[in-house]
């Protein structure tokens, strides 16, 4: 251990925020200049936009593809965490994601298009390889998903069902689809579930759309597996995407084991690691990020 004292004594002088900041540019995930491709990003507190900024920290080169949902909030709670936040964040455009990654000096390109489409995922596919070329890495995380509490087996409508299927299963059917048949000599596929998606009451088409995805996530990593691309889910348990208020915190956090809600960054320091070199033989799997929420 002696060797390692100049180390250690270095490290007893700097907090731990500073210590993860350092470990994290430490760690070689192998995915400079790769492309990756995440969906559902225009949301600053999302888990799409966190990707995105983790990705172009490691010098990735990052696409990122947004559908503004219209949905009505009150603009007088929206400098706090709650549904009104969250509405207007899904509103918007990505100009506030798009300031951040100019910080960062990340190579960058934002797509304002609808993936249940098949028309707009090819033209999407397009004009990526276009300016780069190549597809490396994919996140499936766009999601459609009732706000009105009709989600349920007694209120369902029809346009629920088909509104949420289409994004969540059709859609991100439709990217990977392309990302396969665009393939290049590296492949990552990461999809969002969500760690509920078992047993989801109260939210049951969302949370069956999120099952299919798990399901989808196995049978295409077998299929694909002889490209050597690797298919894998990760599975959030309650996330600080700016939809939590106070009040839902309070009633939430008891029910995580670990204590607190989860925040954006530990969902995409997960995606980061299943996209990099060294997740090259993990497929096929469904990874909780909860807390211990849902086990």
């Known amino acids: 251990m002696s ?13 731990t925020i500073e210590l993860i900041c350092i470990f994290q540019y430490m760690v070689n995930y192998g995915i400079k200049d790769r492309v990756a491709l995440i969906t559902g990003a225009n949301n600053p507190q999302g888990i799409g936009a966190t990707t995105a900024f983790a990705f172009a920290r490691e010098g990735a080169k990052v696409v990122l593809v947004y559908k503004r949902i219209p949905r009505s909030f009150d603009k007088t709670k929206t400098d706090r965490n709650g549904a ?3 509405f207007e964040a ?3 455009n990505t100009d506030v994601v798009e300031g951040r990654l100019r910080e960062m000096n990340a190579d960058y390109m934002i797509i304002e298009s609808d993936i249940s489409n098949d028309d707009a995922v090819k033209d999407i596919y397009s004009s990526v390889l276009e300016r780069y070329g190549r597809i490396d890495i994919l996140v499936n995380n766009a999601a459609d998903c ?13 346009s629920v069902i088909d509104d949420t299927f289409a994004v969540n299963v059709r859609g991100s059917i439709l990217m990977t689809r392309a990302f396969i048949n665009n393939r290049c000599d590296y492949g990552r596929i990461i999809n969002l579930s969500t760690d509920a998606a078992q047993v989801f009451a ?10 299919t995805l798990e399901a989808l996530t196995r049978s295409i990593g077998l299929e694909v597996a002889k490209y050597g ?26 029910i995580i084991p670990m ?5 954006p960054e530990d969902i995409a320091e997960t995606i980061l690691f299943l996209a990099s070199e060294q997740a090259r033989m993990i497929t096929g799997q ?10």
């Open 286 to 295: 469904i990874i909780k990020v909860s807390g211990g929420h849902a086990l």
């Open 202 to 211: 109260g939210q049951i088409t969302y949370g069956a759309s999120k099952a």
């Open 259 to 263: 204590g607190k809600l989860i925040q």
């Open 146 to 158: 009732d706000v009105d509490g009709i989600d349920t087996i007694e209120k369902i409508t029809q």
């Open 90 to 92: 899904n509103a918007g």
């Open 3 to 15: 060797q390692y004292k100049h180390i250690i004594a270095l490290f007893s002088h700097i907090d």
């Open 84 to 86: 009104d936040r969250y």
């Open 229 to 254: 691309i690797t298919v894998n889910c990760v599975a959030p348990g309650p996330t600080q995407t700016g939809w939590i208020d106070d009040d839902f915190a309070k009633e939430v956090i008891p």
